[in-house]
């Protein structure tokens, strides 16, 4: 599903070049759902921005779903990130202006699909995520758990294959943030992959498979229970 | 894809001040329609075409000192030797100087001792020379001859029997008729119209009836008196002063004065020009602040919503769909201001109609205004929605 291969993104002042990533491989395949951990400034969300075409790697390849996307040009590089790729912030992010139902219809406008069909897919992630009866309710009328479930549904629309998540419960209490990681569980049965980054050991413990970064490179891929035993041991 | 709905709900939720600017856009409209239409109106009053050779003529006022000033025997040796000097093609006396703000006026009727009816027309009192003098266009009948001449003491009252008029006085006393040979009346004694001039201004081109003239055959042998001298192309400067000479040396008691028509007509224009110029200002100044207003409003949104525009890039919008969308926003807040100022500059204009005597505004120049105010708006919101398309899309992800 993703494959990255020597990934480096550096960024460069006058006097001084810093590397947020250097010699970064990894592969998640399809289906799995992977937690990214990692010390603040480790290169957690380079990682996550270069992973869902939000910037540009400096150097390296990068395969998504079988395809480089290495060189694509911006507008490349959006129609990807629309069609692929669903996102889930950890401020939730959506726009404050627009109720529910327009905030969801956000991506799927700029997919192109007609009225009729946003309207089928936006009605039934709201149902998914158990908020229909909120469909005209603005951000601010809901709790920080039902405004994750709407940014949750909002990324689910477009029915992407691949689903990057920054710190998605970060904003939440313990039992938003439970029934937050219960609903991405649920969406990865579906057959979604997911990519989770989170600073919380215990959310990273209930995906498939970790991947600690340090330094802006990959230090561990082991399995969650390998690491878990480890841990014990 | 124009995102209307998402555009009209974030405008809804900001409609303070989207709606300032929108009556911004209103009262711009309103200010700037009627002003067009104040300026045209008075371009094309300036743009009239006179009938005259105005470039080429130079005018001559003189008063005499001694009481007992030979006017008649002055006029006669005055325009003998200016006609004879080189580069002048023709030369006439008048009682006034066209385009000079100064001049006399009658009533002229078509029926002997009419009491209503009829139509105020400015006269001329000059001589057969004057139709070569000033370039006008004889469309029919003929010229006056030297044996129609009149010369009439200061105070005396005598009806010239024949009379040449503008083509617009005598459409306007016989509509539908041919005017030549027919008599008009200033009392009981008819005036033969023996010939029709295309058009002359007369002495008050800001008149509403400017264009109605009237030209009597007569020397009136006052104190003072105009010649109106048409010289060759190019050559009126170079007479200037030698004419001014020349009938001082001819004749030392008097005051001369020489003037271009040129000079006559800008001063008489003056208003106009200043009114066209300050107007244009004031149009374009507020063309100006209403552009500043609409770059500081988007660029204030777009700082605003930096994150926002970031999401909806991480969300699969193109840079197309970011500059697109603020140009959309402003042009439904610009839409909404001109639909506003429309109505309102009608209304204005309606106002400006009954007690200023101000032209109607149609849609057509309304419609003009409307374009450029769109133009201006569009193009203020440009550079901030371009810049608004550079925000990366990795912005949403950052927590600050």
Request: proline share 4%.
């Amino acid at each position: 599903m993703l494959k990255m291969h020597n990934i480096r993104k550096s960024f460069r002042t006058d006097t001084i070049e810093t590397h947020a990533l250097r010699d970064f491989s990894l592969e998640v395949k399809e289906g799995e759902f992977v937690s990214v951990t990692g010390p603040s400034g480790s290169g957690k969300t380079t990682f996550l921005n270069i992973a869902g075409l939000l910037e540009p790697s400096t150097d390296g390849q990068y395969l998504l779903d079988g395809e480089d996307v290495s060189n694509l040009n911006d507008r490349q590089r959006s129609h990807l990130r629309n069609e692929k790729i669903g996102f889930i912030f950890q401020g939730f992010n959506l726009i404050p202006d627009l109720n529910l139902f327009d905030n969801i219809d956000v991506p799927l406008r700029y997919r192109g699909f007609n009225a009729k069909e946003r309207r089928k897919r936006i009605e039934k992630v709201l149902e998914q995520v158990g908020l229909s009866a909120r469909a005209r309710h603005l951000p601010a009328q809901l709790s920080g758990g039902q405004q994750q479930r709407i940014a949750i549904a909002r990324a689910l629309a477009g029915e992407p294959r691949f689903l990057l998540a920054d710190e998605p419960t970060g904003n939440l209490d313990s039992l938003m943030a439970r029934q937050v990681m219960e609903l991405l569980e649920f969406v990865n049965e579906w057959g979604t992959t997911i990519v989770m980054v989170t600073h919380d050991p215990d959310l990273a413990r209930r995906a498939q498979r970790n991947i600690q970064i340090v330094d802006g490179q990959v230090c561990d891929l082991r399995p969650v229970t390998e690491q878990s035993d480890a841990v014990s041991a | 894809m124009f995102e209307f709905k998402p555009i009209l709900s974030t405008l809804w939720h900001h409609k303070a001040s989207a709606l300032l600017i929108a009556l911004q856009l209103a009262l711009t409209l309103v200010i700037v329609s009627n002003t067009l239409l104040i300026i045209t109106d008075r371009m094309e009053k300036m743009a009239r075409p006179s009938g005259m050779d105005i470039e080429n003529i130079l005018t001559v006022n003189f008063l005499a000192i001694p009481q007992d000033y030979d006017m008649a025997g002055a006029v006669r040796a005055d325009l003998d030797m200016l006609r004879a000097l080189p580069g002048v093609v023709d030369a006439t006396h008048s009682h006034q100087i066209p385009l000079s703000g100064s001049g006399s006026a009658n009533a002229f009727q078509t029926q002997p001792n009419q009491e209503t009816g009829g139509e105020v027309a400015n006269y001329y009192r000059t001589d057969p020379h004057f139709i070569e003098s000033l370039g006008l266009a004889l469309v029919t009948g003929r010229n006056f001859t030297e044996t129609e001449m009149q010369v009439l003491a200061p105070n005396e009252q005598r009806q010239a029997p024949v009379i040449i008029v503008t083509r617009q006085l005598a459409d306007k006393l016989f509509p539908g008729e041919d005017a030549l040979g027919k008599p008009l009346y200033n009392g009981d004694s008819p005036m033969e119209i023996i010939g029709i001039v295309e058009r002359h201004l007369g002495a008050w081109p800001e008149w509403s009836k400017a264009g109605n003239v009237v030209f009597f055959p007569a020397l009136r042998t006052t104190q003072s008196m105009n010649y109106l001298v048409r010289t060759e192309s190019g050559e009126r400067d170079a007479l200037f002063k030698l004419l001014a000479d020349k009938l001082a040396e001819r004749d030392s008691e008097r005051v001369i004065e020489v003037n271009t028509l040129s000079n006559h007509m800008a001063r008489s224009y003056a208003v106009d020009n200043m009114m066209v110029k300050v107007l244009s200002t004031v149009g374009a100044m507020l063309g100006f602040i209403v552009a500043l207003g609409i770059v500081g409003l988007t660029s204030f949104w777009i700082n605003q919503r930096t994150k926002q525009i970031g999401v909806r890039r991480a969300l699969g919008a193109t840079r197309t769909n970011i500059s697109r969308y603020f140009l959309v926003e402003n042009s439904l807040i610009a839409a909404t201001g001109i639909a506003l100022g429309a109505a309102a500059a009608l209304i204005a204009n309606q106002y400006l109609v009954r007690d200023y005597s101000q032209p109607v505004l149609t849609l057509l120049p309304l419609g003009i205004c409307a374009l450029v105010i769109l133009l201006v708006s569009l193009g203020a919101a440009l550079a901030p929605a371009l810049r608004a398309a550079n925000i990366s899309p990795a912005t949403a992800t950052r927590s600050v």
